[in-house]
């Protein structure tokens, strides 16, 4: 996270695999500070094969914690930026999350197996409108 005014690293954190999409934020909790959402993905090592899953990651700067949302995808995420905020207009977040998989661990960018798609339905209410809900932000302006 860096600070806006001074462009300075407030807190640095690493992820556990290759990627490029952008996070989004929401307030989730309805404490008035947005948390971000990431669709994270991971290798898992077994001994006969290696596998990639992707899932929401939730990083709450304000109390300093991180947890997993939502369900896991039997792929990886490269390039594919979460979307959320109220597909059915029940007052409650939802948020659209994508993987593609490919065979092993190697890329192929040539020849995917599959697209994955989730849509998580959330609890949290949504208190006020997500400042930066997809890619660029809710307005597209690149601005927070």
């Known amino acids: 996270m860096v600070d806006g005014k ?4 407030m807190i640095i954190d690493t992820i556990p695999s ?16 947005d948390e971000a959402i ?11 094969e290696n596998k990639y ?3 929401l990651q939730v990083i709450d ?3 300093d914690k991180k947890y997993v949302l939502a369900d896991t995808l039997p ?10 905020g109220d597909l059915d207009g029940d007052s409650k977040f939802d948020i659209i999350y994508g993987a ?6 190697r890329f192929d960018l040539e020849r995917p197996l599959g697209l994955f798609i ?27």
């Open 38 to 48: 990431i669709n994270q993905s991971t290798l898992k090592r077994t001994q006969f």
């Open 100 to 105: 593609v998989k490919y065979q092993g661990i």
């Open 75 to 84: 792929a990886t995420n490269l390039a594919s930026t979460p979307w959320i």
């Open 6 to 9: 001074t462009g300075s690293p």
């Open 118 to 144: 989730g849509v998580y339905k959330t609890d949290f209410v949504m208190k006020k409108p997500v400042r930066w809900g997809e890619f660029m932000g809710s307005d597209f302006s690149g601005r927070y």
């Open 18 to 33: 290759f990627q490029y999409a952008s996070g989004v934020t929401a307030d989730l909790d309805g404490d008035g500070f």
């Open 53 to 55: 899953y992707s899932y």
């Open 61 to 63: 700067f304000t109390h």
